[in-house]
Nanobody, 119 residues
Framework: QVQLVESGGGLVQAGGSLRLSCAAS????????MGWFRQAPGKEREFVAT????????EYADSVKGRFTISRDSTKNTVYLQMNSLKPEDTAVYYC????????????WGQGTQVTVSS
């Protein structure tokens, strides 16, 4: 089991920045991959970014490449999503997720944090 708690969401103007945090606890984190997903009103949840806890295999959705950065602080067991140059279309509930390295699907999810970007 992995427990995940997100924080850092809020309201920001277009062009601004936010940093989301995801505090992780539970199983040995070196055996998981972490991810960020988002879900906008009326839309399906979509992938944003992922990385192995080691810091390897970082991937981004095309829509956020060059603007968002996923990272982690292993001393704090925390994963971050730095979001720059935010756009109104980035408005969504953002979820942190984790999966065992051997699994194809993300199995553990946080409660989500709201990000609203005003134009």
């Amino acid at each position: 089991q992995v427990q995940l708690v997100e924080s850092g969401g809020g309201l920001v103007q277009a062009g601004g920045s936010l940093r989301l945090s995801c505090a992780a606890s539970g199983r040995t984190l070196s055996t998981v991959a972490m991810g960020w997903f988002r879900q906008a009103p009326g839309k399906e949840r979509e992938f944003v970014a992922t990385m192995m806890w080691s810091g390897a295999n970082i991937e981004y959705a095309d829509s956020v490449k060059g603007r968002f950065t996923i990272s982690r602080d292993s001393t704090k067991n925390t994963v971050y999503l730095q979001m720059n140059s935010l756009k109104p279309e980035d408005t969504a509930v953002y979820y942190c997720a984790a999966r065992p390295l051997r699994a194809n699907e993300f199995q553990f999810w946080g409660q989500g944090t709201q990000v609203t970007v005003s134009s």
